[in-house]
Nanobody, 120 residues
Framework: QVQLVESGGGLVQPGGSLTLSCAAS????????MGWYRQAPGKERELVATITSGGTTNYADSVKGRFTISRDNAKNTVNLQMNSLKPEDTAVYYC??????????????WGQGTQVTVSS
C-alpha cells in the first residue's frame, strides 16, 4: 500500500504564489507518473499537471506558464509551484501517483486533498 500526503494549501491573494508538496510513503518499489488534479465546487476533477519518472511534464492549458511541477525521485515527492494565481484556480488540489509496491502490485493512488483559495 502507498500513501500520499499533501501540504501547502491555503489562502492567497490574486497574483500571489503557493507551493504544494506531496510525499509518498509505504512499501514502494517504484513511482511512475505523479501529478496534481483539482476540483472546484460544482465541477469535475481535472488534470493540472503531471510528471513522469523521467521528468517529462504535461500541463493543462489553463496553467501553462504559471505553474511548474517537479519531483524528487529519491524522496518520492512531487511539488507544484503556482504563480500568478487567479480566483479561478480556487479548488481542492489532489496529488496523484502511479506506483508499484514491493509485491509488484501496480495501482493509482490519491492524496486526501488540500484546499487552495485565491481571493482578495
Amino acid at each position: 500500500q502507498v500513501q500520499l500526503v499533501e501540504s501547502g494549501g491555503g489562502l492567497v491573494q490574486p497574483g500571489g504564489s503557493l507551493t504544494l508538496s506531496c510525499a509518498a510513503s509505504g512499501r514502494i518499489f517504484k513511482m511512475n507518473t505523479m501529478g496534481w488534479y483539482r476540483q472546484a465546487p460544482g465541477k469535475e476533477r481535472e488534470l493540472v499537471a503531471t510528471i513522469t519518472s523521467g521528468g517529462t511534464t504535461n500541463y493543462a492549458d489553463s496553467v501553462k506558464g504559471r505553474f511548474t511541477i517537479s519531483r524528487d525521485n529519491a524522496k518520492n515527492t512531487v511539488n507544484l509551484q503556482m504563480n500568478s494565481l487567479k480566483p479561478e484556480d480556487t479548488a481542492v488540489y489532489y496529488c496523484n501517483a502511479e506506483a508499484i509496491d514491493i509485491l509488484f502490485y501496480y495501482a493509482t493512488y490519491w492524496g486526501q486533498g488540500t484546499q487552495v483559495t485565491v481571493s482578495s
